[in-house]
Protein backbone atom coordinates (compact mmCIF):
# COMPACT_ATOMS: atom_id res chain seq x y z
CA UNK A 1 0.00 0.00 0.00
CA UNK A 2 1.27 3.44 -1.03
CA UNK A 3 0.23 6.18 1.70
CA UNK A 4 0.90 9.58 0.90
CA UNK A 5 1.25 11.83 4.04
CA UNK A 6 0.66 15.72 3.54
CA UNK A 7 3.19 17.32 5.95
CA UNK A 8 1.66 20.86 6.11
CA UNK A 9 0.63 20.56 9.56
CA UNK A 10 4.53 20.32 10.31
CA UNK A 11 5.65 23.36 8.24
CA UNK A 12 3.05 25.78 8.47
CA UNK A 13 2.88 27.82 11.74
CA UNK A 14 1.19 25.05 13.21
CA UNK A 15 4.21 23.69 13.57
CA UNK A 16 5.40 25.72 17.11
CA UNK A 17 2.36 24.55 18.42
CA UNK A 18 0.53 21.03 19.43
CA UNK A 19 -0.64 20.35 15.79
CA UNK A 20 3.33 20.59 14.55
CA UNK A 21 4.42 18.41 16.89
CA UNK A 22 1.79 16.24 16.59
CA UNK A 23 1.91 15.66 12.75
CA UNK A 24 5.77 15.41 13.18
CA UNK A 25 5.42 12.75 16.00
CA UNK A 26 2.54 10.93 14.73
CA UNK A 27 4.10 10.28 11.00
CA UNK A 28 7.42 9.68 12.59
CA UNK A 29 6.20 6.74 14.04
CA UNK A 30 3.94 6.05 11.33
CA UNK A 31 7.23 5.33 9.16
CA UNK A 32 8.88 3.30 11.89
CA UNK A 33 5.73 1.08 11.55
CA UNK A 34 5.43 0.75 7.75
CA UNK A 35 6.92 -2.64 7.51
CA UNK A 36 6.02 -3.25 4.02
CA UNK A 37 3.77 -0.35 2.82
CA UNK A 38 4.95 2.65 1.08
CA UNK A 39 5.33 6.17 2.56
CA UNK A 40 5.49 9.15 0.83
CA UNK A 41 6.13 12.60 1.96
CA UNK A 42 4.19 15.82 1.10
CA UNK A 43 6.25 19.22 1.74
CA UNK A 44 4.73 22.70 0.54
CA UNK A 45 7.98 24.69 -1.25
CA UNK A 46 6.42 27.74 0.32
CA UNK A 47 7.65 26.70 3.61
CA UNK A 48 11.21 26.66 2.01
CA UNK A 49 12.70 27.06 5.81
CA UNK A 50 11.07 23.68 7.04
CA UNK A 51 12.18 21.62 4.34
CA UNK A 52 15.35 20.20 4.88
CA UNK A 53 14.65 19.87 9.13
CA UNK A 54 12.16 17.87 8.19
CA UNK A 55 14.14 15.43 5.63
CA UNK A 56 16.61 15.69 8.59
CA UNK A 57 13.93 14.53 11.34
CA UNK A 58 13.21 11.40 8.73
CA UNK A 59 16.46 10.45 7.27
CA UNK A 60 17.01 7.61 8.94
CA UNK A 61 13.29 6.12 8.66
CA UNK A 62 12.61 7.10 4.72
CA UNK A 63 14.61 7.18 2.02
CA UNK A 64 14.95 10.76 0.25
CA UNK A 65 12.93 10.19 -2.44
CA UNK A 66 9.78 9.47 -0.51
CA UNK A 67 9.82 13.20 0.18
CA UNK A 68 8.42 15.66 -2.23
CA UNK A 69 7.99 18.96 -2.45
CA UNK A 70 5.08 20.82 -4.76
CA UNK A 71 4.90 24.63 -5.58
CA UNK A 72 2.31 26.87 -6.29
CA UNK A 73 1.94 30.15 -7.41
CA UNK A 74 1.40 32.26 -4.26
CA UNK A 75 0.42 33.87 -1.93
CA UNK A 76 -2.86 31.57 -1.76
CA UNK A 77 -3.81 33.08 2.56
CA UNK A 78 -7.41 33.11 2.95
CA UNK A 79 -7.20 36.66 4.71
CA UNK A 80 -7.29 38.33 1.18
CA UNK A 81 -9.59 37.99 -1.29
CA UNK A 82 -7.02 38.78 -4.10
CA UNK A 83 -5.56 35.41 -3.24
CA UNK A 84 -8.64 33.53 -4.02
CA UNK A 85 -8.33 32.59 -7.27
CA UNK A 86 -4.52 31.47 -6.76
CA UNK A 87 -5.70 29.55 -3.90
CA UNK A 88 -8.14 27.69 -5.91
CA UNK A 89 -6.05 26.82 -8.54
CA UNK A 90 -3.33 25.70 -5.85
CA UNK A 91 -5.75 23.46 -4.17
CA UNK A 92 -6.52 21.78 -7.80
CA UNK A 93 -2.66 21.83 -8.32
CA UNK A 94 -2.19 20.00 -4.55
CA UNK A 95 -4.94 17.33 -5.70
CA UNK A 96 -3.11 16.48 -9.15
CA UNK A 97 0.13 16.42 -6.90
CA UNK A 98 -1.32 14.05 -4.88
CA UNK A 99 -3.22 11.87 -7.80
CA UNK A 100 0.27 11.96 -9.67
CA UNK A 101 2.17 9.99 -6.37
CA UNK A 102 -0.61 7.18 -7.62
CA UNK A 103 -1.31 6.50 -3.21
CA UNK A 104 -3.76 3.93 -2.07
CA UNK A 105 -4.86 6.55 0.44
CA UNK A 106 -3.84 10.00 1.35
CA UNK A 107 -3.69 11.10 5.08
CA UNK A 108 -3.73 15.10 5.96
CA UNK A 109 -2.56 14.94 9.91
CA UNK A 110 -4.19 18.84 10.23
CA UNK A 111 -6.75 19.84 7.54
CA UNK A 112 -7.45 23.59 8.60
CA UNK A 113 -4.07 25.44 8.15
CA UNK A 114 -2.99 29.29 8.92
CA UNK A 115 -5.59 31.29 7.22
CA UNK A 116 -3.15 33.88 6.25
CA UNK A 117 -0.49 31.60 5.72
CA UNK A 118 0.85 29.70 2.21
CA UNK A 119 -0.50 26.00 3.40
CA UNK A 120 -3.09 24.52 0.63
CA UNK A 121 -5.52 21.76 2.01
CA UNK A 122 -7.88 19.83 -0.06
CA UNK A 123 -9.33 16.66 0.11
CA UNK A 124 -11.13 16.77 -3.08
CA UNK A 125 -8.54 13.81 -4.29
CA UNK A 126 -9.64 14.10 -8.19
CA UNK A 127 -13.25 13.68 -7.48
CA UNK A 128 -13.36 11.30 -4.29
CA UNK A 129 -11.21 8.65 -6.59
CA UNK A 130 -8.51 8.38 -3.50
CA UNK A 131 -9.81 7.85 0.09
CA UNK A 132 -8.34 10.20 2.28
CA UNK A 133 -8.26 10.27 6.00
CA UNK A 134 -7.88 13.47 7.58
CA UNK A 135 -7.62 15.08 11.18
CA UNK A 136 -9.19 18.03 12.82
CA UNK A 137 -8.16 19.45 15.83
CA UNK A 138 -9.92 22.60 16.53
CA UNK A 139 -14.11 23.34 15.71
CA UNK A 140 -14.18 25.75 17.91
CA UNK A 141 -14.42 28.58 15.19
CA UNK A 142 -17.75 26.75 13.68
CA UNK A 143 -19.27 26.97 17.62
CA UNK A 144 -18.60 30.90 17.84
CA UNK A 145 -18.39 31.67 14.13
CA UNK A 146 -20.49 35.51 15.24
CA UNK A 147 -17.80 36.47 17.07
CA UNK A 148 -15.24 35.79 14.77
CA UNK A 149 -14.07 38.48 12.31
CA UNK A 150 -12.84 36.42 9.43
CA UNK A 151 -13.71 37.53 6.01
CA UNK A 152 -13.78 34.08 5.06
CA UNK A 153 -16.36 32.21 7.86
CA UNK A 154 -18.63 30.52 5.25
CA UNK A 155 -15.20 28.56 3.95
CA UNK A 156 -15.00 27.08 7.87
CA UNK A 157 -18.04 25.48 7.12
CA UNK A 158 -16.39 23.33 4.07
Known amino acids: MRLVIDMQGAQSASRFRGIGRYTLSLVKEMARQHTGHEILLVLNAAYSDTIEPI ?53 IPSLFEEFGGEAVTSVRSLHNAIPTAVVVYDLIPLIHRQILKFRHTARLRR
Open 55 to 107: RAAFAELLPAEAIRVFDVAGPVGGHDAANDARRKAAEAMLDAFFYSLQPDVIF
